[in-house]
T-cell receptor, first 110, second 117 residues
């Protein structure tokens, strides 16, 4: 089976812009989670989607949003980018209990 | 809220030796999952091993094994016959089972493992 794919792999944006990241889960996986990884804060949970419904959200401002489509693909959106949003954004798809990660999208905000 | 603590920011081991990475966690749940993930310089997060809390038997995957002490809330990873390719950041992670685990994974800060040739 193909693994989790994320696009794009690298992005450079400027403050105030918005960005959309995409994640395609492993075939058959209906749950997709997003994480932010920074040197200072480590790995933090953003949100999880299951069957097009957001089941939970981490402690992030409303500028961070996401959605999931009927084919389980997911997107996350960050509006009004800030310098502190520079991070590696990881997507994971899961069967009950275990999450498998994609290669990540490296976002740089200038 | 659950917390995961990795007290060793960095560990170094000689190639072919054995190393143990420590992890402790705090939770009020009785049913949960614990994981070790490896993140090499490529930044790809790779699942190393998983443990279900209701299983008393420690999980093993080839050279990787865990020592799961539920009462002590301890979950250490032992790597036997260390290889150069084992060099990476290792993250301990917790996932509860309430609500189907919708809270996502809670990660420790990581342990940087260095393999000396």
């Amino acid at each position: 089976k193909a693994g989790v794919t994320q696009t794009p792999r690298y992005l450079i944006k400027t403050r105030g812009q918005q960005v959309t990241l995409s994640c395609s889960p492993i075939s058959g996986h209906r749950s997709v989670s997003w994480y932010q990884q920074t040197p200072g804060q480590g790995l933090q949970f953003l949100f999880e989607y299951f069957s097009e419904t957001q089941r939970n959200k981490g402690n992030f401002p409303g500028r961070f949003s996401g959605r999931q489509f009927s084919n389980s693909r997911s997107e996350m959106n960050v509006s009004t980018l800030e310098l502190g949003d520079s991070a590696l954004y990881l997507c994971a798809s899961s069967l009950p209990g275990t999450q498998y990660f994609g290669p990540g999208t490296r976002l740089t905000v200038l | 809220a659950q917390t995961v603590t990795q007290s060793q920011p960095e560990m170094s081991v000689q190639e072919a030796e054995t190393v143990t990475l420590s992890c402790t966690y705090d939770t009020s749940e009785s049913d949960y999952y614990l994981f070790w993930y490896k993140q090499p310089p490529s930044r790809q997060m790779i699942l190393v091993i998983r443990q279900e809390a209701y299983k008393q038997q420690n999980a093993t995957e080839n050279r990787f094994s865990v020592n799961f002490q539920k009462a002590a809330k301890s979950f250490s990873l032992k790597i036997s016959d260390s290889q150069l390719g084992d060099a990476a950041m290792y993250f301990c992670a917790y996932r509860g089972s309430k609500g189907g685990g919708a809270d996502g994974l809670t990660f420790g800060k990581g342990t940087h493992l260095i393999i000396q040739p």
